[in-house]
């Protein structure tokens, strides 16, 4: 038996006997509207091969300019490398050349994404395993000791927990080794569908599709790039909803792709490099990327999303974007690979065309109003411990 079997099958047997705890704990009214935002790739800085690659101010300020936008039930983004202190890469060794993509952000990093907003993140990606087993115990050790949940590795499938009443399942896939793999759908769906037994809304982050600017439209089928096959991840992003998902969010290929509807539920291909300090090609397209604000029920229902642009220099590094250059970008994007999609962009917002089935805009709203307002950071009630499989 791999390890992706074991994970499933460890998986299935925590939440299948929580079955019951998860019906005490659902909520009415089923109108609640919850806030997720969604953002892409974030690496603030790294010490490998040289501090030199560190930010000036040593990361404190990477969120300012945005972080008023990144409040809400749920944050995520997608961590890309290791949060670790010390060690060298089996990718570049001891190269100190400033060429090496390997990416180590110093542990204290952790702390600031946090204090930014962030309360999920997706592990699952080509630089999460820079370091090894290291660099992957160091990165979950950090997280858990600043709380914030995440997911993806062989160690860690799938997380549950509670932020505000609501029990959240997520998982994320890769198709890098010791990763949950993209390219295993009917392994994924099962995942999911343990995921969706235990949860009220189930949110699924996949790191695929090709890379670079000339790769910004989904071609519904699987995507190779430099020799691996990065997935397929259209149907990915069906089958996960079709075994239950109720949010997938994409990441990988650096740049914003489009957004699709697929029953009810809202797929974000691609998200972009968010917050990627010093290596990355900021250039044109990869230099943009989308604060996606998304409603949803707490049936996991899209109701609408509101997005926030943002872009990047190397010199200025990450801010919001008046021009709304991104927003313009995923509009043009989702007209030509999803036309029959029913959404509409307008002043900011990605709006359903028709409303829910039984359920007008105008009830949700007014009883969103009714609500409590949000803390700043949303507190995490953990619900479940994954245990950390053996590594290969």
């Known amino acids: 038996m791999n390890l992706s079997h074991l994970a499933i099958c460890v998986l299935a047997a925590l939440l299948f006997c929580g079955a019951a705890e998860s019906e005490a704990l659902a909520l009415t009214p089923e109108t609640r509207t919850l806030k997720i935002v969604a953002v892409g790739d974030i690496m603030i800085g790294t010490a490998f091969p040289s501090e030199s690659l560190l930010p000036p101010d040593d990361g404190r300020n990477s969120f300012a300019r945005v972080a008023s936008h990144l409040r809400g039930d749920i944050v995520f983004g997608n961590l890309e490398g290791a949060l670790l202190d010390h060690g060298q890469s089996g990718k570049c060794g001891a190269s100190s050349s400033g060429r090496c993509f390997a990416f180590r952000m110093p542990e204290r990093y952790g702390q600031i994404i946090r204090d930014a907003g962030f309360n999920l993140l997706s592990i699952a990606n080509n630089h999460a395993n820079d370091f090894g087993p290291a660099g992957r115990a160091a990165t979950t050790a950090t997280l858990d000791r ?34 949950m793999n993209i390219n ?26 090709a890379e670079g600017s000339s790769h910004t439209h989904v071609p519904r089928r699987s995507e190779l790039f430099l020799g ?3 997935g397929n991840v259209y149907e990915f992003a069906h089958r996960m909803i079709d075994a239950g998902a109720d949010l997938v969010l994409g990441h990988g290929p650096h740049v914003t792709r489009a957004v699709e509807l697929y029953q009810d539920r809202l797929i974000a ?25 998304i409603e949803v029920d707490r049936t996991g229902r899209f109701l609408e999303a509101q997005v926030i642009s943002t872009r990047q220099t190397k010199e200025a590094g990450l801010m919001l974007d008046p021009q709304q250059q991104v927003f313009r970008e995923m509009a043009r994007l989702t007209q030509s690979d999803f036309p029959e999609t029913p959404l509409r962009f307008a002043n900011g917002r990605i709006q359903r065309l028709e409303p829910l089935a039984g359920q007008e805009r105008s009830q949700i709203r007014e009883a969103q109003e009714q609500q409590p307002v949000q803390p700043q950071h949303a507190p995490i009630q953990r619900q479940t411990t994954f245990p950390r499989l053996p590594q290969r």
């Open 146 to 179: 600043v709380g914030i949940q995440y997911a993806g590795q062989v160690e860690k499938p799938a997380a549950l927990f509670m932020v505000n009443g609501v029990r959240y399942g997520f998982a994320a896939f890769a198709p890098n080794r010791d990763m």
């Open 184 to 209: 295993k759908i009917p392994e994924a769906q099962a995942l999911v569908r343990r995921l969706a037994q235990q949860a009220d809304v189930v949110i699924v982050s996949f790191h695929g599709g």
């Open 228 to 230: 691996e096959n990065r």
């Open 269 to 293: 291909y691609s998200l972009g490099n968010f917050n990627t300090y010093g290596m990355f090609n900021l250039s044109g397209a990869l230099g943009l990327a989308p604060i996606l604000s």
